[in-house]
C-alpha cells in the first residue's frame, strides 16, 4: 500500500504562484511514477504533470508548460508542483497520485485508470 498527502493548496490571485506538496508513505519501493491531475467543478478530471519516480523525466499539459514545474524528493519521499503565473482557468482540486507498477512507454501515462494511489485532493482558487 501506498499513501498520499497533498498540501500546498490555497487561494491566489491570477499572476501569482502555489506550490503543492505530496507526502508518499508505505511501498514507496512500488512506486514508477507520480503525477498530480486536477478537476474543475462541472468537468471531467485532467492530467496535469507526471515524473517517471526516481529518474526525473518529467510531463506536462500543454495548458501549464513554462508556468507549472513537478519535481520529485526521493530522499524525502515528496513531489512538488510549483505553479507560477496562475490563471481563474487553474482552479480546480488538484490531485497526486501514484502508479505502482512498471511503465515500459517512453511517454508517460495520462490516464486516470494508469494510476493505482491517490491523494485526497487540496483546493487551488485563482482569482481574476
Known amino acids: 500500500q501506498v499513501q498520499l498527502v497533498e498540501s500546498g493548496g490555497g487561494a491566489a490571485q491570477a499572476g501569482g504562484s502555489l506550490r503543492l506538496s505530496c507526502a508518499v508513505s508505505?511501498?514507496?519501493?512500488?512506486?514508477?511514477?507520480m503525477s498530480w491531475f486536477r478537476q474543475a467543478p462541472g468537468k471531467e478530471r485532467e492530467f496535469v504533470s507526471a515524473?517517471?519516480?526516481?529518474?526525473?523525466?518529467?510531463d506536462y499539459v500543454d495548458s501549464v508548460k513554462g508556468r507549472f514545474t513537478m519535481s520529485e524528493d526521493n530522499a524525502k519521499n515528496t513531489v512538488t508542483l510549483q505553479m507560477n503565473s496562475l490563471k481563474p482557468e487553474d482552479t480546480a482540486v488538484y490531485y497526486c497520485?501514484?502508479?505502482?507498477?512498471?511503465?515500459?512507454?517512453?511517454?508517460?501515462?495520462?490516464?486516470?485508470?494508469?494510476?493505482?494511489?491517490w491523494g485526497q485532493g487540496t483546493q487551488v482558487t485563482v482569482a481574476s
Open positions: 508505505g511501498r514507496t519501493s512500488s512506486v514508477y511514477v
Open positions: 497520485a501514484a502508479r505502482s507498477a512498471v511503465w515500459f512507454g517512453s511517454t508517460l501515462p495520462r490516464s486516470g485508470t494508469s494510476y493505482t494511489y
Open positions: 515524473v517517471r519516480w526516481s529518474a526525473g523525466t518529467v
